[in-house]
């Protein structure tokens, strides 16, 4: 048969050629025709996908309205100025300001009885009557509202705070979001009987600057507003719907149509080059993450060094500082007390000297330990300096600091095991409680140092609380170190 058709050919050749020219035509019909309805699927899907996306766009923006209003309708000024209207007050946290800040293009305030009191238009005060104008489209969504309230509806969403009623309609002849709350008590302190509230409505228009942003933002091409539904073939239109159905207008735009014959071409091309960017991405991801993870623990531990003492790990003067004066502002709002603990080591120097400074290091350490293991977690124990510590009680009662006090001299009294010799030391502790007339921490130092100076002056191994005796005491020891020339207090052993 082939034979036959190749002679036939040589007479004939349209019999060779038209065969093979309808197979290419066919072929190049076919692989048209798939090229043509990929691109066409292509191009529907992404059209689809900029409807879906500008369709939650404006979902979302309709539900920001009524939080947008939420920061100044859930405020008892708000509720006090609808009773008294002060129309500057206004123009600052419900009209101007909404506009401004939020850009909502109308705003009007309402008393409990629907009467205008306030009006904004386009970011300037206006006469409460134009109210009038947007009336129509606006009594209704009132009338919802007072029934929510009436009934005691919840707030619509997780996020709000109160009921409202969001809706599409035409206001001043711009197609617009229109959203109405309730202007209520924060504190809950001003009683408003439900349904009677005062009520504040926001206007979004949808043309001008909102069609603009929505554009920009989800870069839309050729984004326009339209009455109609006046599209190209090679355009989409987004319908503005109103809760009722009607529509009020048409977002028109050019979507974004790619060619499937380009993305074919394209294909492999970003397939590789996505591989190559997600591989690169993620060694750049793994390293950021690794130098980051090494930048903290570094920047930790710089931060723990610079407020620890390197020897005892304890909190050195500056974290001592900042914590104490911390928990003396909180004292003067929570009424609750705060007691001081100044600790000196007894027969410290002895050891000291006799073992050297580095039994004295490894002495103090222990003690530091000792001493953080007798107290509770929500206390602090710092060391300032030498054998110097101090210990912040919170919220302590007489019987805790007692209880305490007689726990830590326990503690340090205990033998301790230091580079193969057992030495054996006391403590003295100086006390100072808050008070209402402790005016800050200094004073509060003071009162700690001048308490334990007195133990220290008993004998050491015991504590003293201070009290205005102790004022007397030292008041009178620095008028006779004076007579005298010497130092009025000595240093401590």
Same mark, same amino acid.
């Given at each position: ?48 996908? =900029?409807?879906?996306?500008? !369709? *939650?766009?404006?979902?979302? %923006?309709?539900? &920001? ?5 939420? /920061? +100044? ?55 409460? =009557?134009?109210?009038?104008? !947007? *009336?129509?489209?606006?009594? %209704?969504?009132? &009338? ?5 309230? /009436? +009934? ?342």
């Amino acid at each position: 048969m082939l034979t036959l058709l190749l002679r036939r050919s040589l007479i004939k050749p349209w019999l060779l050629i038209a065969p093979i020219g309808i197979a290419v035509v066919a072929i190049g019909f076919v692989v048209g025709a798939l090229l043509h309805w990929s691109a066409l699927q292509v191009d529907n899907a992404a059209a689809s996908r =900029e409807k879906d996306t500008l !369709a *939650r766009a404006v979902h979302r %923006s309709i539900q &920001r309205i009524g939080k947008d209003q939420e /920061a +100044s309708t859930v405020w008892d000024d708000a509720v006090v100025h609808v009773i008294a209207p002060d129309a500057e007050w206004f123009d600052a946290n419900l009209g101007i300001w909404m506009h401004s800040y939020y850009g909502h293009d109308e705003t009007f305030v309402l008393d409990p009885h629907d009467r205008p009191i306030y009006a904004m238009i386009g970011g300037k005060r206006a006469a409460p =009557e134009s109210y009038s104008s !947007a *009336r129509p489209a606006i009594s %209704s969504l009132v &009338r919802e509202l007072r029934k929510k309230m /009436a +009934s005691g509806a919840a707030a619509d969403g997780t996020d709000t705070q109160t009921p409202g009623v969001q809706d599409l309609a035409v206001v001043g002849g711009h197609p617009a979001i229109v959203s109405v709350k309730p202007i209520v008590s924060d504190t809950g302190k001003i009683e408003q009987a439900p349904g009677t509230e005062g009520i504040h409505v926001s206007v979004r228009y949808l043309d001008g600057d909102f069609a603009s942003r929505l554009a920009a933002n989800y870069q839309l091409n050729d984004a326009r507003f339209s009455w109609q539904d006046d599209k190209k073939p090679d355009q989409a239109a987004y319908p503005f719907v109103a809760r009722e159905g009607s529509v009020l207008g048409y977002l028109i735009w050019s979507p974004y149509l790619p060619g499937s014959s380009v993305r074919m071409a394209l294909q492999p091309a970003l397939a590789a080059a996505l591989a190559g960017i997600t591989i690169t991405i993620g060694i750049l991801v793994l390293a950021l993450r690794q130098g980051a993870s090494a930048l903290a623990k570094s920047e930790a531990l710089a931060c723990h060094l610079a407020e620890h003492d390197s020897l005892t790990n304890l909190p050195n003067r500056m974290l001592f500082n900042r914590r104490l004066q911390t928990l003396l502002d909180q004292t003067r709002t929570s009424k609750t007390r705060l007691a001081l603990l100044a600790i000196d080591l007894d027969r410290f120097k002895p050891v000291n000297d006799r073992l050297g400074h580095a039994a004295g290091d490894e002495l103090l350490r222990q003690v530091g330990a000792r001493l953080s293991y007798a107290v509770r977690d929500s206390d602090m124990v710092a060391r300032l300096g030498g054998d110097e510590f101090f210990v912040i009680l919170w919220e302590a009662g007489d019987e805790l600091i007692d209880a305490l006090c007689r726990r830590l001299l326990s503690v340090v009294q205990a033998p301790f095991d230091v580079l193969e010799d057992t030495v054996s030391i006391g403590v003295s502790i100086g006390v100072a409680v808050s008070s209402t007339d402790t005016v800050d921490e200094e004073q509060l130092v003071r009162r700690a140092d001048l308490a334990l100076y007195s133990a220290k002056r008993m004998g050491g191994g015991r504590h003293v609380r201070y009290s205005e005796t102790l004022e007397g005491l030292l008041t009178s020891r620095v008028a006779r170190a004076a007579r005298l020339e010497v130092s009025p207090i000595p240093a401590r052993a």
